[in-house]
């Protein structure tokens, strides 16, 4: 029974670091951006904190803020250089970022710890976790209700047309770019503090279509279908596990195919529900035609 609820909280654990680094790439797609970059700002993130940890002795909320500060500057830059590209080729040269950032972990030996990697020496409580989700959760909720997320849905649906109106999306794009670095390099050090240990490979291209398919699958077109991609995704595979060996990628890939072939717009499909709540609203009798089918009856 404790192996059992070990497992469990373990599985929990990396469903909520998941459901992070799932929020920072739902940022860029609200914005209407394919982006696999969550990653090396994850990176960014994971290595600076580890490094100020390790030589300065940050806890773990010092850390978080430097590692949010370490993936929104890379995002920053990225952000700059990278929105002018079509949407293809911005998704290619996010891909490009991974592995340049990679190159980079690599060389970067007295930093970074070079190819064998580096220790954490901080580690992170479930609560921690959730604590930090919940407040993620709670910022992106209210970004929503706010001008910029009206935006940055106008520019998603049709950029020119937002134009038109006014909307300024280049700044609107750079803007989620920005917010999904910072976003992202909190996950990043909060999977170091989870794993305890972090090398090049830690955050490179497994882990992007991992999180990119979090999010779609759980449904890209509101914040909380990232999390719930990222439980069934991420949390109940590692679960899973104990029972099939290596099954976590037969897992991912089952229910990648139920997932595209039954729920295309993810678990969590807000067009989807409101289609339903129609259908149920037009078949069922008007209040007028049922107290008349009642009277008849009588």
Not at 67 to 81: C, M, P, Q, S
Not at 144 to 167: L, Q, W
Request: glycine share 12%; aromatic share 8%; with cysteine.
């Amino acid at each position: 029974m404790a192996t059992q609820f070990a497992l469990l909280v373990s599985a929990l654990q990396f469903a909520l670091v998941g459901a992070i680094l799932a929020l920072s790439t739902y940022v860029t797609l609200w914005a209407g951006l394919l982006s696999f970059a969550t990653v090396s700002f994850a990176a960014a993130g994971a290595f600076t904190a580890t490094h100020l940890m390790s030589t300065a002795g940050l806890g773990l909320w010092p850390a978080l803020a430097a590692g949010g500060l370490g993936g929104g500057v890379l995002a920053a830059a990225a952000g700059l250089l990278l929105i002018r590209l079509a949407e293809h080729w911005l998704a290619l040269a996010t891909v490009a970022l991974i592995l340049v950032t990679r190159v980079i972990v690599v060389n970067l030996g007295d930093l970074t710890g070079g190819s064998e990697g580096q220790i954490v020496p901080v580690k992170v409580e479930l609560w921690e976790l959730l604590l930090v989700l919940g407040l993620v959760c709670l910022f992106l909720a209210r970004l929503a209700r706010s001008r910029f997320g009206t935006a940055a849905v106008a520019t998603r649906e049709d950029p020119t047309a937002a134009a038109t109106m006014g909307v300024p999306v280049r700044r609107i794009q750079i803007g989620a770019f920005l917010v999904s670095g910072v976003i992202g390099g909190i996950g990043g050090v909060l999977q170091a503090a989870l794993l305890r240990y972090i090398d090049p490979d830690t955050f490179y291209i497994d882990l992007a279509v991992t999180v990119i398919a979090c999010v779609v699958l759980g449904g890209a077109y509101h914040w909380f279908g990232s999390v719930i991609g990222a439980v069934v995704f991420t949390g109940l595979p590692v679960y899973v596990n104990q029972f099939i060996g290596q099954g976590q990628s037969i897992i991912n890939g089952v229910l990648l195919l139920v997932i595209m072939i039954w729920v295309p717009g993810g678990l969590i499909d807000p067009l989807r529900w409101r289609r339903l709540r129609e259908r149920r609203a037009a078949a069922a009798p008007a209040p007028e035609a049922a107290q008349k089918v009642a009277e008849v009856g009588t």
